[in-house]
């Protein structure tokens, strides 16, 4: 059977695979955090022009469509 700390050659790679796996796990939430308000602000938006601007946005979106 194959282990993968079997394949591990040294304490030095566990090190920098541990390092390695960190960093990539901090860049995931660094991306979801941005991603999330960059919709909450799309979303707010989105909800300004549809409620605030309906009759507006509809005619320019028909007349865009056109």
């Known amino acids: 059977m194959f282990s993968v700390l079997g ?8 090190i920098i695979s541990a390092v390695i796996f960190f960093l ?5 939430i660094i991306a979801c955090t ?8 799309l979303v707010s938006f989105v909800s300004f022009e549809f ?3 309906f009759p507006y946005s ?3 979106m028909v007349i865009r469509l056109l």
């Open 34 to 41: 941005f991603t999330f308000f960059w919709l909450q602000r």
């Open 58 to 60: 509809l005619l320019y």
């Open 51 to 53: 409620y605030c601007l």
């Open 24 to 28: 990539s796990a901090v860049l995931i």
């Open 7 to 14: 394949a591990v050659k040294s304490k030095t790679s566990i």
